[in-house]
């Protein structure tokens, strides 16, 4: 596992949102798996990662997989890792997969998340937007 990986792991693990700060670029892309488009941008990804952080319930990672992958942005290969994990959000158990792309200098530029199964997914997208409106993040829906 690189140096970051395990940063971002030991961040997530213990919920510190600080630590994560400093391990994505500025143009960080999140792909979400409620989401069409991106979250771009570090301070919307830390954003999200706040609401994420308060909607997982045991949130644990399970596995690691390491090597490249071609990055959605510009199609290039770049190193990349895949921790997967298992949680609890709105009741659902979650089964996910994050599939972290990295620049140059070793920081997270791309950031995938899959879900399973789609009963997890729309309940974590419920949970995801309710968190993301009160943080002011989001609009509420009309």
């Given at each position: 596992?690189?140096?970051?990986?395990?940063?971002?792991?030991?961040?997530?693990?213990?919920?510190?949102?600080?630590?994560?700060?400093?391990?994505?670029?500025?143009?960080?892309?999140?792909?979400?798996?409620?989401?069409?488009?991106?979250?771009?941008?570090?301070?919307?990804?830390?954003?999200?990662?706040?609401?994420?952080?308060?909607?997982?319930?045991?949130?644990?990672?399970?596995?690691?997989?390491?090597?490249?992958?071609?990055?959605?942005?510009?199609?290039?290969?770049?190193?990349?890792?895949?921790?997967?994990?298992?949680?609890?959000?709105?009741?659902?158990?979650?089964?996910?997969?994050?599939?972290?792309?990295?620049?140059?200098?070793?920081?997270?530029?791309?950031f995938t998340v899959m879900?399973?199964?789609?009963?997890?997914?729309?309940?974590?997208?419920?949970?995801?937007?309710?968190?993301?409106?009160?943080?002011?993040?989001?609009?509420?829906?009309?």
């Open positions: 596992m690189t140096t970051t990986a395990h940063r971002f792991r030991a961040a997530v693990e213990s919920r510190d949102l600080a630590a994560l700060e400093d391990l994505f670029t500025e143009d960080i892309r999140l792909w979400s798996p409620v989401k069409f488009t991106p979250f771009e941008g570090r301070p919307m990804v830390l954003g999200l990662f706040g609401v994420l952080l308060r909607t997982f319930e045991g949130f644990r990672y399970v596995g690691e997989l390491a090597g490249a992958a071609q990055t959605s942005a510009d199609g290039t290969s770049a190193p990349a890792e895949i921790l997967v994990f298992r949680a609890t959000a709105g009741g659902k158990e979650i089964h996910g997969i994050d599939l972290l792309h990295f620049a140059e200098d070793g920081r997270i530029k791309e879900v399973r199964p789609q009963s997890a997914v729309h309940a974590l997208g419920e949970a995801v937007l309710a968190g993301l409106v009160e943080d002011g993040l989001a609009p509420a829906a009309p």
